[in-house]
């Protein structure tokens, strides 16, 4: 009988099991065993929990979810990979084809041959082992700990909105939306050279933290019209980029009310409304660039870079650590976001 191991198995909506599976094996010379040390809850993981479906991803077979994470080499059948046994890694999730002409010319997120973890059917790292090939595994310095090394995969979107946003060194930019992601991109556009931030969220703790981690103004969107405010804050001329957080109808709308004459619309999150009314005349006249973002391509090496030197924080992000058995509550427990948390991890 072949090796096992601990997973946490989404069968159906609200069925997580934490059950024994079969470990994998690496077979090809690119691959690499790696032992899962921290994986992040993402909003995508629970919202399988709890619809079964995202986009065109349903869940038809049980899948491990789970796909923000760190761990350690085990194995490796080729050292010409550059990795060996002992090494700590951060886990690129989505492996590309390598061939096709978006692989080719640096556009691998929108690849139509990748392979996603907990993309069902692909299984995700909320389990013990991983095989995963070695071009998608990126070494940490020991500076940085396995918990940031699986925060590496949200700040990758961040930093991917802050690129396709075009942010420039001096711009004014609004960060609609105060979740870990839009955390990560405030910290990433400020990065780039974003002089002024400015955050929106309705919750406190949540632009407290925005705080922290570099805003120059928060709004709390609960007790004023906030589009207004972003008006007022930069004087009638608006932001040069808007970045849509929230994944929300009204964060869109706020966004292309917010943003500067020539500026930029970047979408991050994911609305649940795929046709929300949108003012297409404002679009053309005022000749604003609305950018869609999937994922993000090439962006863990400097987002490790930018952890190991303290230029974005991400441990603070992290509120509450879980053991693998505790998976299916912690969907829960994210999911109604319990005890203010805003990144939970789990140390299989
Ligand atoms: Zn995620
Ligand atoms: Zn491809």
């Not at 399988?48 to 490796?76: C, Q, S, W």
């Not at 090939?133 to 940031?148: A, G, I, N």
């Given at each position: ?10 069968h ?7 059950e024994?599976?079969?470990?994998p ?5 690119r691959d ?38 760190a ?14 046994p002992g090494?700590?890694v951060?886990?690129?999730p989505g ?11 640096g ?25 995963w ?13 396995f ?8 700040l ?23 979740g870990?992601?839009?955390?990560l ?7 780039e050279?974003?002089t ?5 969220d ?9 705080g ?9 969107a609960s ?11 930069t004087?009638?001329r608006g ?20 943003v500067?004459?020539?500026?930029t ?6 609305p ?5 009314e949108?003012p297409l005349?404002?679009?053309i ?27 974005v ?14 998976a ?5 427990f994210?999911?109604?976001r ?11």
């Amino acid at each position: 009988m072949s090796e096992t191991m601990k997973a946490a198995v989404l069968h159906d909506v609200h069925d997580m099991r934490v059950e024994q599976v079969p470990k994998p094996e690496i077979s090809t010379e690119r691959d690499v065993l790696v032992r899962v040390r921290s994986v992040g809850v993402c909003g995508s993981d629970v919202h399988f929990f709890e619809r079964g479906v995202i986009g065109k991803y349903r869940l038809n077979t049980p899948t491990i979810m789970g796909h923000e994470a760190a761990g350690d080499v085990v194995k490796v059948l080729d050292e010409s990979c550059g990795l060996q046994p002992g090494d700590r890694v951060a886990i690129e999730p989505g492996y590309t084809c390598r061939r096709c002409e978006f692989c080719k010319s640096g556009r691998y997120n929108v690849c139509s041959d990748v392979v996603f973890l907990a993309a069902p059917p692909v299984h995700g790292a909320f389990c013990e082992y991983l095989a995963w090939p070695s071009d998608f595994l990126f070494k940490l310095p020991d500076s940085v700990s396995f918990d940031e090394g699986a925060m590496i995969e949200p700040l990758a979107v961040g930093l991917w909105a802050a690129k396709r946003g075009g942010v420039e060194a001096g711009d004014c930019v609004a960060v609609l939306g105060a979740g870990p992601i839009g955390l990560l991109t405030l910290q990433a556009a400020s990065a780039e050279g974003a002089t002024r931030i400015i955050v929106s969220d309705l919750e406190d703790g949540r632009l407290e933290l925005a705080g922290h981690f570099g805003a120059t103004d928060v709004i709390d969107a609960s007790e004023s019209d906030a589009a207004d405010t972003v008006m007022e804050l930069t004087g009638g001329r608006g932001v040069d980029v808007a970045f849509e957080c929230a994944g929300a109808v009204p964060t869109l709308q706020m966004a292309m009310r917010v943003v500067r004459d020539g500026g930029t619309v970047q979408l991050v999150g994911m609305p649940a409304e795929q046709h929300p009314e949108i003012p297409l005349y404002e679009i053309i006249n005022r000749e604003l660039d609305v950018r869609g973002l999937f994922r993000y391509v090439n962006c863990y090496p400097p987002a490790i870079s930018l952890v190991a030197t303290n230029r974005v924080r991400v441990e603070p992000l992290v509120t509450h650590h879980f053991d693998l058995d505790e998976a299916p509550e912690v969907m829960t427990f994210v999911h109604e976001r319990r005890d203010g948390v805003v990144k939970a991890v789990i140390s299989p």
